[in-house]
């Protein structure tokens, strides 16, 4: 699989490593690749967009010179799984300065509220194509 969006993710984070593993399972297209910010593909994409790979503040969709980020981000991926998942895309009705303002506090305060793991998420061996290195 060389095409298709690459979702960046943290894969320490407990919710964003479980959201990576159910984009996988639910992905039945196989539309999705997935990098880790603490892997070498995830560090590189988030300096490219100007986040600091370290601490970002955001989940990235990056589909070639398209980008999405935040709210809009996951809107993307969920509606990009089909049903029942595209149902997500009713959120998209919601003003974007709420919607953002809302998963932004989610991010910064991902760690205290869903916890970190002490080793990065690593795929399934059947999905290990699906996540870049």
């Known amino acids: 699989m060389t095409d298709g969006p690459i979702i960046l993710f943290d894969a320490q984070c407990v919710l964003c490593s479980a959201n990576a593993r159910f984009i996988l399972r ?3 297209l ?3 690749r997935l990098a880790a910010m ?6 590189a994409l988030f300096q490219a967009h100007g986040i600091d ?10 589909d070639g010179d398209h980008v999405l980020r935040d709210s809009d981000a996951v ?4 509606t990009g799984l089909g049903w029942p998942w595209r149902i997500a895309g009713a959120a998209s009705l919601i003003p974007r300065a709420v919607r953002d303002r809302i998963y932004r506090w989610i ?12 080793t990065c998420w690593l795929p399934a061996p059947e999905h290990a194509s699906r996540v870049l290195p």
Do not use: M
């Not at 603490?38 to 560090?43: L, R, V």
């Not at 991010?107 to 002490?118: D, E, I, K, Q, V």
């Open 26 to 28: 639910h992905d039945r």
């Open 30 to 32: 196989h539309r999705f």
């Open 38 to 43: 603490q892997g070498e593909a995830g560090t």
């Open 53 to 62: 790979p370290t601490d970002p503040d955001t989940i990235l969709v990056v």
């Open 75 to 78: 809107i993307a991926i969920y």
């Open 107 to 118: 991010a910064r305060n991902r760690y205290r509220l869903f916890g970190r793991r002490s």
